[in-house]
């Protein structure tokens, strides 16, 4: 099993930028397709971005797209989420999770991290 773990949340004020990290143990990252998730308070988990391990295609929602990128570092081992021009309705615990299978069912992913808090406030 993968053991996953996020970084990078904080505070930030609006329009600001951050950049998420995703970190695997007990396997790399680099054939496993990866997705990120948020989860407001109230709210149900939403599915925002994830990379494709077969030929790294990339799928964004709709509420943060042209905002967000994810990318991948094979160097690295990383997953990244790269988030521009914050809002404060993007205030939630961000997760990743990383399964073998792709993008289209990346929910039902058996690898789960513990997740980051992202604060957007002034």
């Known amino acids: 099993q993968v053991q996953l773990v996020e970084s990078g949340g904080g505070l930030v004020r609006p329009g600001g930028s951050l950049r998420l990290s995703c970190a695997a143990s007990?396997?790399?990252?680099?054939?496993?397709?990866v997705g990120w998730f948020r989860q407001a308070p109230g709210k149900e988990r939403e599915s925002i971005s994830c990379i494709s391990n077969s030929d790294g295609s990339t799928f964004y929602a709709n509420s943060v797209k042209g905002r967000f990128t994810i990318s991948r570092d094979s160097d690295k081992h990383m997953v990244y989420l790269t988030m521009n021009n914050l809002k404060p309705e993007d205030t939630a615990t961000y997760y990743c999770?990383?399964?073998?299978?792709?993008?289209?069912?990346?929910?039902?992913?058996?690898?789960w991290g513990q997740g980051t808090q992202v604060t957007v406030s002034s």
């Open positions: 999770a990383a399964d073998e299978y792709d993008c289209q069912v990346i929910a039902g992913a058996t690898n």
């Open positions: 007990g396997a790399t990252l680099d054939t496993y397709t």
